[in-house]
C-alpha cells in the first residue's frame, strides 16, 4: 500500500532555531513530491514540486530536498510567520489526475 | 494573486439534507478537483473534473456525492443525502495543466467546513 509519513507531528522551535521536518514515502512509483503549507483554517498553500532524486527548491528560508525515500523541508532561521502545519504530498506514476496522497502534516510552532 | 474561492466558509445541517458547496476556481484553469479533511485526519482526495465529465474519483466519492460546472466559472460538489461521519472541510482545487505535466501544482481554497447534526 502506498504510504507517506511525516515526522515528527509537532515541532516547536525558538526563533532563529534552525531544523527540518521529514516526509518518507513508500509508493509504487513517484511522478512528484510536493510540500504545502496550511495555516488554521485555511486551505494548503503550494510551496514546491520536487521531482527527482537529488532536486532542491528553496523559497526564502524554507529548501526542500528529495531523495529515492524521503524528503526533507529544512528551515533555516525561522521565524513566528513560519508557524503552520507543513503538508508533504506525492503523485504516482499511473496515478490519477489531481489524486495527491498526504501525509498528516507536521505542525511547526516558532517562539519569538 | 488568483485565488480559488469557496463559499460557504461553514454550513451546517441535519441528516439526511442535501448540501451544495460552491467554488470558483482560478479563472484561466481547466482541472478541478474536490478534497476533504476530517478534523486531525489526512486530506483526502475525492474527485478530479475535466472538460465536463469526472476524470478520476475515489472510494469515498459514492453514489451520494455528485459535482457539476453549472457554468463558466462555477464546479459545485453535492451531497445528495448528508450522514454525520461527512463532517469535514471540504477544499476545491484547480490547476491549469494535467497533474502529470511539469510544475503544475494545485491550488486549493480555504475551504467549506460542513457540519451534519
Known amino acids: 500500500e502506498d504510504q507517506v509519513t511525516q515526522s515528527p507531528e509537532a515541532l516547536r522551535l525558538q526563533e532563529g532555531e534552525s531544523s527540518s521536518l521529514n516526509c518518507s514515502y513508500t509508493?509504487?512509483?513517484?511522478?512528484?513530491l510536493f510540500w504545502y503549507r496550511q495555516d488554521p483554517g485555511k486551505g494548503p498553500e503550494f510551496l514546491f514540486t520536487?521531482?527527482?532524486a537529488g532536486e532542491e527548491k528553496e523559497k526564502e528560508r524554507l529548501k526542500a530536498t528529495l531523495t529515492k525515500k524521503e524528503s526533507f523541508l529544512h528551515i533555516t532561521a525561522p521565524k513566528p510567520e513560519d508557524s503552520a502545519t507543513y503538508l508533504c504530498?506525492?503523485?504516482?506514476?499511473?496515478?490519477?489526475?489531481?489524486?495527491?496522497?498526504f501525509g498528516k502534516g507536521t505542525k511547526l510552532s516558532v517562539k519569538p | 494573486e488568483p485565488e480559488v474561492t469557496q463559499t460557504p466558509s461553514h454550513q451546517v445541517t441535519q441528516m439526511g439534507q442535501e448540501v451544495i458547496l460552491r467554488c470558483v476556481p482560478i479563472?484561466?484553469?481547466?482541472?478541478f478537483y474536490w478534497y476533504r479533511q476530517i478534523l486531525g485526519q489526512k486530506v483526502e482526495f475525492l474527485v478530479s473534473?475535466?472538460?465536463?465529465?469526472?476524470?478520476?474519483k475515489s472510494e469515498i466519492f459514492d453514489d451520494q456525492f455528485s459535482v457539476e460546472r453549472p457554468d463558466g466559472s462555477n464546479f459545485t460538489l453535492k451531497i445528495r443525502s448528508t450522514k454525520l461521519e461527512d463532517s469535514a472541510m471540504y477544499f476545491c482545487?484547480?490547476?491549469?495543466?494535467?497533474?502529470?505535466?511539469?510544475?503544475?501544482?494545485?491550488?486549493f481554497g480555504n475551504g467549506t467546513r460542513l457540519t451534519v447534526t
Open positions: 482545487a484547480s490547476s491549469d495543466r494535467p497533474m502529470s505535466s511539469y510544475n503544475s501544482p494545485l491550488h
Open positions: 509508493v509504487s512509483g513517484l511522478r512528484g
Open positions: 520536487l521531482y527527482s
Open positions: 504530498a506525492v503523485h504516482l506514476y499511473g496515478g490519477s489526475q489531481g489524486n495527491l496522497i
Open positions: 479563472s484561466n484553469h481547466l482541472y
Open positions: 473534473f475535466y472538460n465536463n465529465e469526472i476524470s478520476e
